[in-house]
């Protein structure tokens, strides 16, 4: 089997009068034993040959199963190796990339960004846990936690770790959110927040519960999008904006297009409000904003023009953090659905006012707008394979998990085929020609 080990204080061979081994320039420097000779593996010196012995039946061992991994490549502090190695590699769009630098480059790094990858065990990993939930929602700290045993698992990948921490531990695991049925919103509410939007800004209400968009897809909705004869709206795009704040176009969630029926009210809606507020061209970069180095991100990344449905005053582009900011949160006060809690100075456009504070509440944002339309197609009996293509969801049974409690009549067409079963007394069983048949048949039903 490959690999030695070799004294280094001493030469190879003995002297050829004294029949010793002679001392080599590197007597008494460093340590004195080292393994050398395995394939694909650094060498290594040791104090004492029983150490440099017990390493070097290891790492043959592993070497033969594919499982070694030098302790010193896991000796990279873990900060060093997500920006030197691990981030570079990325090549996430920036919709993706941007939330995921964030959370790691501030839950993450600060914390165990000194530490050395091999250092990373469960107690280590524990403390963490419990720092990180005092900071962040269960929800939000589970999303930090898949990052963190990507880094790591990455890390085994590149054979700087043997196995992650994150998956091998037993008495740590990833924080669980608490699990929260999909809110939806009654006709009333619906109508009130709508009501304290500006005029131009009400289809947005419209279009989140009658075709199920996610706000970056009404945003991003253009009007040839709009099949009016065929009754048909295709959701080919977002609006997305990057951590720079630029603007851009991408493929909605999952780079899934779907197509979503348009009912013929919401049809003579939008018709009006294309009338009143005509739709704007548009062109922005297609997935990223960043300007091309090369021809391919150049046609990767070549603009399109789009005329939005949904447009500013001013006629431009909606940024969803004002937008959400300025209009949306006011009419959810309006109506009630929050509180403001107070007043803060900004500045817009060079001008500086104070503005109200509101209450935050995850649960009220556009998003509700689309548990509205799931809620409103399950509740009618709409099929869940349907309802989950008008979502663009990436399998029935993600809309089955999110909005099972949206079907009240699920289980009552089977409760009463079961009902109508029973309501018979079974009947003996005996063969047509014995007398226990006659007698069974000239006997009258019982009913309970």
Sequence with gaps: MAGYIEDRWLKKKPNRDTGKRERTALWGQGKRYRVKGIPGVRDRSFETSEDAKQWLAKAQTDTTRGEFVDPRDGAIPLAQ???????????????TAAPMRSKIWNHIIPFLGATALRDIDAAVLRAWKTQLLTRVESSTAQVIWIH???????????????????????????PKPAKRKAKAWTRPTVDAVRAGLHDRYRIA???GVGLGLRQGEAFGLGEDDLDFDAGVVHVRRQLRWDSKGRPYFC????????????SPNLARRVQDHLHRFPSVACTLPWRNPEPPTTELEARQRKPISVRLVLITSQENRINYSKWNELSWR???????????????????GGRSRRYPVYELSREDMFHVLRHTYASTQLEAGESIMSVSAWLGHASPQTTLTHYAHFMPGA?????????????????????????GASQAQSTPRSRR
């Design 81 to 95: 190796y997500i920006e030197k190695h691990w981030w570079p590699s990325r090549s996430d769009e920036p919709s």
């Design 251 to 262: 493929l909605p969630k999952g780079g899934k297009t779907r197509e979503v029926p348009l």
């Design 330 to 348: 006011p009419a959810l006060a309006a109506a009630g659905v929050v509180k403001k809690v107070g007043e803060e100075a900004k500045t817009y």
């Design 205 to 207: 209400v419209d279009l």
């Design 411 to 435: 289980g009552r067409r089977g409760l009463a085929a079961m009902d109508e079963w029973f309501d018979q007394d079974p009947q003996p069983n005996v063969p047509e020609k014995s007398l």
């Design 148 to 174: 963190l045993s990507t880094i790591l698992e990455a890390a085994v990948d590149d054979g700087r770790l043997v196995k992650n921490p994150c998956k091998a531990s037993r008495t740590v695991k990833a």
